[in-house]
């Protein structure tokens, strides 16, 4: 992972709310618990995308990114005005339920479970199949996603902690 980093002259921590859309070489670092990020890649057209999103739906409220389906339909422009074309690669991460509520309905799901399913939905609304997912779980993942490659490094965090235990390259 040191080298993944040290590879990179630019690094960007990605905040909830945020995105990027890059068509410089730029390497992006975010945390996710039950907040879900997407990643779109298109090698022909140089640019990658990323969006780190709280929340499934947007009722109202004018272009804000911390909401899955807002994020995910504004990434998507923006890789339309790169000239997006039929071979983006969408990936999609997150999603975990990573607090245990107890006594909880078995009718009312998690908002990480939330968010994956509106991800889905806006994503196929959209024309757009998730080629690789990590989602779901009871821990949280620390992502790095590379525009220059499309690659994803998934770090899979251990519960209470910090320190990654698992890492993963999508």
């Known amino acids: 992972m ?3 980093i040290a590879s990179h002259s630019h690094n960007i921590y990605l905040k909830p709310g945020e995105v990027l859309v890059s068509r410089t070489p730029v390497l992006v670092s975010t945390v996710l618990g039950s907040c879900v990020a997407v990643t779109m890649f ?3 057209r140089g640019f990658g995308a990323i969006c780190h999103a709280m929340l499934p739906e947007n009722t109202g409220r004018e272009a804000d990114l ?3 389906d807002t994020a995910l339909r504004h990434i998507y422009a923006k890789s339309l005005e790169c000239g997006a074309g039929n071979d983006v690669v969408v990936k999609l991460f997150g999603g ?4 245990n509520i107890g006594g909880r309905s078995p009718q009312k799901q998690t908002v990480g479970y939330q ?3 509106m991800a889905e939905t806006v994503l196929e609304s959209l024309g757009l199949a998730v080629t690789t997912r990590d989602t779901g779980g009871h821990r949280g993942r620390k992502l790095f996603f590379c525009t220059r490659s ?3 490094f998934v770090r899979h965090m251990r519960s209470g ?3 990654g235990d698992e890492d993963v390259k999508s």
Do not use: E, I, P, W
């Not at 975990?96 to 607090?99: E, M, R």
């Open 161 to 163: 902690m910090h320190h």
């Open 42 to 44: 298109s090698a022909s």
């Open 66 to 68: 911390r909401y899955v």
């Open 115 to 117: 968010n994956v399913v």
């Open 2 to 4: 040191k080298n993944l």
């Open 150 to 152: 499309g690659d994803v």
């Open 96 to 99: 975990a339920q990573v607090l």
